[in-house]
Structures are given as structure tokens and as C-alpha cells.
């Protein structure tokens, strides 16, 4: 078996020598064990949060720990009630070919329903993360603006879409013209702009001429400094990610932003709520399954996959995340069942 374990920490991007791949013999399950053969693992964002000593939402990964992912992985040997050999499950197996596991926090997927790799995008944790963040803080309601960056990533593309069945006008941003051709043409958001622009804040500002309600925050910095003069009174910012300053190793350029912000979140009465998406799981996952399976089979929401094959080729790719190389939900398929 192969895995990719943490071999430093970064200072800033995150370089090749902070990971390790290493080789070992291939377990055997005991009693109450199983054996998982990885086929896809998730790259996302909040593994470059991981790779710091810094305790977040929750711990880091240790010197010498596999990088943490979901996986989706077959189950090859079994000495598990539950669980037999050649079930697919959704699993948290991290950055390896193998892993055992006691059978805790296993979902079993059916191969039927969905490609697999989409339980680790649009009908997975980042789908789920748009649902339930724009459904809950956001409420979009006909008529209003919605403005969302990283916008053909899997959060991004799922929260403008969404917006757009609840009646609402979707902006989306995104990195360079290929980008913002999919978000409009293919995502159907009314307007697509490029951050990378020199006059992207203008350009902003004539796409929303009746300002903004609903901010999705997926990224911080510049976006945000061109979002925030535009917000209406009562809007919402469900804060999801502030991708912009993941790799960053001091406060952003620029003057001191609280009390500008302060001043409006109490004059223009503004929502800032921040939120990690496992909050919602319990109340509204099944939910989700259910909207989503049926939004995709309509063709209501569309997604797009990014698939990066080996998993020697999963450091470059994660480092390629952090700086908008990927397009689409960014995947490291390891097998085929
Ligand atoms: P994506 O697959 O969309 O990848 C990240 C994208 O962010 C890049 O492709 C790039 O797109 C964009 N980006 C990176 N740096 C910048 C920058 N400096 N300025 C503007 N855009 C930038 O990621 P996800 O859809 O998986 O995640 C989106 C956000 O949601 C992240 O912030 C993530 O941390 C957050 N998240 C939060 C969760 C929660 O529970 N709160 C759960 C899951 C995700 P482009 O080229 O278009 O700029």
C-alpha cells in the first residue's frame, strides 16, 4: 500500500518537499475490522489548515499522519457485520491506497444512483455546504442579488445555481475567461466576471445596479473589498471560506477593514454568520440527497469535475487548488472498482 503523509509544515504555499510517500505492507483486518481499496479521494481547501500547528475548527494533522480526505473506497476483505466485500462506501480513508477501518462514519453508496466520485463533490460534502449555507443564512428570495466566487468549483456552482431555482440573480466570479465562459454558458449564471481583471471592482458594481443581498463568502481579499460598498440593507453573508488568505503569512495589504465593516453591519443591519458545514448534517443531509439527486436528473444543477489520476499526483494538484489550477471539483482517482 501507498500513502502521503505530512512531512512539514508550510511556510506560506504549500511546496512538494511538505509531503512524503511512503510504502507499507498491505494490512489485514482483525475482528470487527475491514479492509477499504481507495478509488477516489477529495481534494479541498481545508486541508491546507491541516498542515498548520494552529488548531482551527479542529485539530491539525500530525509530522508523519496521512493527509486527511474523503474517500470513496470498495471494501476488499471484511470481518465486519455490517459490511461486505465489494461494497462501495464513503469514507475518510486520507491520502492512501489502503486503509482498515471499524466500520465508524461509513456511508454506503450505491453505484447506481450517482457516478461515485459526485458523493465527493456536488452530492458530497462541498454540494452539501452550498445547500445548506445558502438555504439557511443566505434564504435567497426572488428578485434578489446573489454574488458568489470561486464560482465553478463545487461549493460555488451549486450555491449560484441554487440561488437561481429560488428566483434569485446569480454573479458568479471566477479565475480567467474559460472560467466565467462555463459559469455563464454552461452554469447559467446571469453574469460571470473575472477577480484577475484590473477593473473587476467596476465591473462588479455595474453587474449588481440594485446592489447586493446575498454575499456567499468563499474567498475574502480582493473580492471582498469589491463586494462589501455594494450591500443592501438586510443582506446576508453566510461566511464559508476565505480562501484568498489560506496560504497567507501575515494580515492582508490594505487599511484596517473592521470599522468600515462594523459601521455598515450595524447600519445596514447585515448578517455575517460563519459556518462549517458538519453543523447541519444531522437536520438537513437527507434533505439534500434528495433536492440534489433530483435537481442534477433534471438537469437543474449542473457540475464539473476536475480528475487528476495517481496518487503521487495528488501534492501538485492540492497546491494547484490553492491557486484557482483547478476547474471543477478536484478528484485523485485511484482504481475502478
Ligand atoms: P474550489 O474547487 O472552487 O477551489 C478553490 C478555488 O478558489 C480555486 O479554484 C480558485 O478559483 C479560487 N481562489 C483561490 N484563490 C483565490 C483568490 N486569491 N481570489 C479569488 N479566488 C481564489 O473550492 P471549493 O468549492 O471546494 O471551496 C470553496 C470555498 O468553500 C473554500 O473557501 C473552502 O474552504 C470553503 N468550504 C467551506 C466549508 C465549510 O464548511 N465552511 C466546506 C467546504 C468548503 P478561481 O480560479 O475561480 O479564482
Same mark, same amino acid.
Given at each position: 500500500?501507498?500513502?502521503?503523509?505530512?512531512?512539514?509544515?508550510?511556510?506560506?504555499?504549500?511546496?512538494?518537499?511538505? @509531503?512524503?510517500?511512503?510504502?507499507?505492507?498491505?494490512? +489485514?483486518?482483525a475482528e470487527g475490522q475491514l479492509l477499504l481499496k481507495v478509488l477516489y479521494l477529495s481534494l479541498d481547501p481545508y486541508m491546507r489548515g491541516r498542515m498548520s500547528a494552529a488548531r482551527s475548527y479542529t485539530n491539525p494533522t500530525e509530522l508523519g499522519d496521512v493527509m486527511p480526505a474523503g474517500t470513496v473506497a470498495e471494501v476488499i476483505a471484511s470481518r465486519h457485520p455490517d459490511h461486505?466485500?465489494?461494497?462501495?462506501?464513503?469514507?475518510?480513508?486520507?491520502?492512501?491506497?489502503?486503509?482498515?477501518s471499524d466500520g465508524t462514519?461509513?456511508?454506503?453508496?450505491?453505484?447506481?444512483?450517482?457516478?461515485?466520485?459526485?458523493?465527493?463533490?456536488?452530492?458530497?460534502?462541498?454540494? @452539501?455546504?452550498?445547500y445548506a449555507g445558502l438555504l439557511t443564512i443566505g434564504r435567497p428570495r426572488a428578485?434578489?442579488?446573489?454574488?458568489?466566487?470561486?464560482?465553478?468549483?463545487?461549493?460555488?456552482?451549486?450555491?449560484?445555481?441554487?440561488?437561481?431555482?429560488?428566483?434569485?440573480?446569480?454573479?458568479g466570479i471566477a479565475g480567467g475567461p474559460e472560467k466565467c465562459a462555463f459559469?455563464?454558458?454552461?452554469?447559467?449564471?446571469d453574469v460571470a466576471l473575472d477577480h484577475k481583471a484590473p477593473d473587476f471592482p467596476e465591473q462588479l458594481a455595474k453587474a449588481c445596479p440594485e446592489g447586493v443581498d446575498i454575499?456567499?463568502?468563499?474567498?475574502?481579499?480582493?473580492?471582498?473589498?469589491?463586494?462589501?460598498?455594494? @450591500?443592501?440593507?438586510?443582506?446576508?453573508?453566510?461566511?464559508?471560506?476565505?480562501?484568498?488568505?489560506?496560504?497567507?503569512?501575515?494580515? @492582508?495589504?490594505?487599511?484596517?477593514?473592521?470599522?468600515?465593516?462594523?459601521?455598515?453591519?450595524?447600519?445596514?443591519?447585515?448578517?455575517?454568520?460563519?459556518?462549517? +458545514?458538519r453543523e447541519f448534517v444531522a437536520e438537513q443531509f437527507p434533505d439534500f440527497l434528495r433536492d440534489m439527486s433530483t435537481w442534477i436528473r433534471d438537469g437543474r444543477v449542473r457540475y464539473r469535475e476536475d480528475i487528476v489520476d495517481g496518487l503521487e499526483n495528488a501534492p501538485e494538484a492540492f497546491i494547484g487548488l490553492l491557486q484557482g489550477k483547478n476547474f471543477g471539483k478536484l478528484v485523485v482517482r485511484l482504481g475502478q472498482p
Open positions: 500500500t501507498r500513502r502521503i503523509v505530512l512531512a512539514s509544515r508550510p511556510q506560506g504555499a504549500p511546496t512538494p518537499e511538505n @509531503f512524503r510517500l511512503e510504502e507499507a505492507p498491505l494490512p +489485514q483486518p461486505a466485500v465489494g461494497d462501495i462506501v464513503l469514507s475518510y480513508a486520507g491520502w492512501q491506497t489502503h486503509a482498515l462514519g461509513l456511508r454506503k453508496l450505491d453505484p447506481t444512483f450517482a457516478p461515485l466520485s459526485t458523493a465527493l463533490g456536488v452530492l458530497g460534502m462541498p454540494g @452539501f455546504t452550498a428578485g434578489e442579488t446573489l454574488v458568489v466566487a470561486a464560482a465553478s468549483g463545487p461549493v460555488g456552482s451549486a450555491v449560484g445555481q441554487i440561488a437561481k431555482l429560488k428566483g434569485a440573480r446569480a454573479i459559469v455563464r454558458d454552461e452554469l447559467g449564471f454575499y456567499f463568502e468563499n474567498v475574502s481579499g480582493k473580492v471582498w473589498d469589491a463586494v462589501f460598498p455594494l @450591500f443592501n440593507e438586510f443582506a446576508r453573508i453566510p461566511v464559508c471560506g476565505l480562501i484568498a488568505s489560506y496560504n497567507a503569512t501575515g494580515p @492582508f495589504e490594505g487599511p484596517d477593514r473592521l470599522p468600515h465593516l462594523m459601521r455598515d453591519i450595524l447600519s445596514k443591519s447585515l448578517t455575517l454568520r460563519g459556518f462549517i +458545514q
